[in-house]
């Protein structure tokens, strides 16, 4: 069974930063591409970063130079660097693998 557990979130002001953890199992992790999405109050879902296999990552334009994602093989975890958070960046954030999510962390940037 796949499970995705989010944790990191949390409340930060604006131009702070967080890191989100995804701890995955249930698949063969180093074969996998990994993504975070993300839902804003009262929107639909937004794809934020994607890791592949191979070590390539891909980021929306909205975070593109702010985000960072990154995966440990070693220990089954997907990572995402949010650096200069801004109040737009509020929202639930999942974790993806083949169209199974977590449960998400919610991040909240507010002064």
């Known amino acids: 069974e796949v499970q995705l557990v989010e944790s990191g979130g949390g409340l930060v002001q604006p131009g702070g930063s967080l890191r989100l953890f995804c701890a995955a199992s249930?698949?063969?992790?180093?074969?996998?591409?990994m993504t975070w999405v993300r839902q804003a109050p009262g929107k639909g879902l937004e794809w934020v970063s994607a890791?592949?296999?191979?070590?390539?990552?891909s980021y929306a334009d909205s975070v593109r130079g702010r985000f960072a994602i990154s995966r440990d093989n070693a220990k089954n975890t997907v990572y995402l660097q949010m650096n200069k958070l801004e109040p737009e960046d509020t929202a639930v954030y999942y974790c993806?693998?083949?169209?199974?999510r977590g449960q998400g962390t919610q991040v909240t940037v507010s002064s």
């Open positions: 993806f693998h083949n169209g199974t």
């Open positions: 249930g698949f063969v992790f180093s074969d996998s591409a």
């Open positions: 890791v592949y296999s191979d070590g390539r990552t």
